[in-house]
């Protein structure tokens, strides 16, 4: 049986890849995601999500990349067809 990624952390996982898409998506510092979090109650040092950046920031992104739409064979470029 497959365990989770999450598995032995004391944070709920939508907390965590909350943290996670904060960090990157503003690519702010940990400091003030930390500040983001304790601005919606929850109490998350800095060092914890610089751990937590690290560990599921790659897993993260395989996925996205494995799920994103490969590039077509096919090209339109100023009305004109080519294959």
Known sequence: MKTSIYARHRFHPDV???VVWLYFRFTSIFRNVEKLMIERGIDVSYETIRRWVDKFGSIYT????????????VWHLDEVYTK
């Open 16 to 18: 965590t890849k909350r």
């Open 62 to 73: 395989k996925r996205i990349k494995f799920r994103s739409e490969r590039p077509s064979p």
